[in-house]
T-cell receptor
Framework: KQEVTQIPAALSVPEGENLVLNCSFT??????LQWFRQDPGKGLTSLLL?????REQTSGRLNASLDKSSGRSTLYIAASQPGDSATYLC??????FGAGTRLTVKP | EAGVAQSPRYKIIEKRQSVAFWCNPI?????LYWYQQILGQGPKLLIQ????????DSQLPKDRFSAERLKGVDSTLKIQPAKLEDSAVYLC?????????????FGQGTRLTVV
């Protein structure tokens, strides 16, 4: 059974810092991994989808990497802004989610 | 392009009552998912449909939860009877294809409070 873990559970950084969020999964035989953002009281917004044949995807200030062999993915956020404050979730294949990392970017 | 639509946005019911949620996925999306998200946790998959067939309902509490997607388009999720621990946000998502390599899109969710 696939288990998805996200560390840290919460993170607070000052505006402008670069940061990394981590996602690990127990079964490396995956087809894809998605990163989502969730604002309080809202649904999830897809940020990046990495297919198993890819090692990374980039969108603006976001870069997600995938290392299947080690069962890990990272989401890198460059030059963080207060508007990036949200919960970030990763999900693999059949949409098994981690518990998320709650990010706060302080002005 | 319209997104995934869910209704109602909020619902408060007493325990042992029944409740139903509705989801209309993005047009043309074959796969539809229902999730339960308890406060502070990640979403938990309840059921996955491929058109009008069930792909995965292994985590659906079948003694009280049921879901259907009769025409392979919109879907309803029902809880009968509700328990206090069912208080959560119920999220619906859809994706284009049957392949696991397609992006999923979420609705805003229905926040259920059982008192």
């Amino acid at each position: 059974k696939q288990e998805v873990t996200q560390i840290p559970a919460a993170l607070s950084v000052p505006e402008g810092e670069n940061l990394v969020l981590n996602c690990s999964f127990t079964d490396s035989a995956i087809y894809n991994l998605q990163w989502f953002r969730q604002d309080p009281g809202k649904g999830l917004t897809s940020l990046l989808l990495i297919q198993s044949s890819q090692r990374e995807q980039t969108s603006g200030r976001l870069n997600a990497s995938l290392d299947k062999s080690s069962g890990r993915s990272t989401l890198y956020i460059a030059a963080s802004q207060p508007g990036d404050s949200a919960t970030y979730l990763c999900a693999v294949d059949d949409m098994r989610f981690g518990a998320g990392t709650r990010l706060t970017v302080k002005p | 392009e319209a997104g995934v639509a869910q209704s109602p946005r909020y619902k408060i019911i007493e325990k042992r009552q029944s409740v139903a949620f509705w989801c209309n996925p993005i047009s043309g999306h074959a796969t539809l998912y229902w999730y339960q998200q308890i406060l502070g946790q990640g979403p938990k998959l309840l059921i996955q449909f491929q058109n009008n067939g069930v792909v995965d309902d292994s985590q659906l509490p079948k003694d009280r939860f049921s879901a259907e997607r009769l025409k392979g388009v919109d879907s309803t999720l029902k809880i009968q009877p509700a328990k206090l621990e069912d208080s959560a946000v119920y999220l619906c998502a859809s994706s284009l294809g049957a392949s696991l390599n397609t992006e999923a899109f979420f609705g805003q969710g229905t926040r259920l409070t059982v008192v």
